[in-house]
């Protein structure tokens, strides 16, 4: 693989993920005020490049017990859908102590999950990114009909996906 291709692939997940930082829980009033949606999406391996930076990839067995990609996943999947500010700020955690996340509600959907918005790291549970993104990102929509719940929030965000193919831009 070319020089360039590899650098490449080993940046773009710094443009396209965020740390996960919990929040400090207080008595805090959150402002869930924002502008628009921004769909995130990421490209899987260029996710493990960045993870397992210093393993030597030709060892696909080391590499695999850090961040694996499923067999079946989207060539690009969903790392989320955030709302932000013009500003360039967004809210996060917004009243999370009354919109935990509730795997039971996206039963119906979860192979489509797996699928389109899969947890690459395999010391994580499936469902880990999905209740982190639920959490911090999906609870400040909730002024918006379209993803006011658990349930819309990841229906809008898999169609979203599925309408804006990556490779038709």
């Not at 993920?17 to 949606?37: E, L, Q």
């Not at 067995?61 to 060539?75: F, G, M, R």
């Not at 400040?140 to 979203?160: H, I, M, P, Q, R």
Request: net charge neutral; with cysteine.
């Amino acid at each position: 693989m070319p020089m360039a291709l590899l650098m490449i692939l080993r940046l773009l997940p710094l443009l396209l993920i965020t740390a996960i930082v919990k929040p400090m829980r207080s008595s805090v009033v959150y402002d869930d005020n924002f502008d628009y949606f921004k769909l995130c999406l990421i490209y899987p391996t260029s996710v493990c490049f960045a993870y397992d930076d210093d393993l030597k990839f030709d060892n696909k067995k080391v590499h695999e017990n850090i961040c694996k990609i499923p067999d079946d996943a989207a060539p690009w999947t969903i790392h989320g859908l955030w709302p932000n500010r013009n500003s360039g700020s967004f809210p996060e955690y917004c009243s999370v102590e009354k919109n935990k996340f509730d795997l039971s509600k996206l039963k119906p959907i979860e192979k489509k999950l797996e699928k389109n918005w899969p947890n690459l790291f395999v010391k994580r549970s499936v469902s880990s990114l999905w209740k982190h993104e639920w959490e911090k990102h999906g609870v400040c929509a909730g002024t918006v009909e379209e993803v006011n719940d658990e349930v819309k929030y990841f229906n809008k965000t898999l169609s979203l996906h599925e309408k804006f193919d990556i490779f038709e831009y």
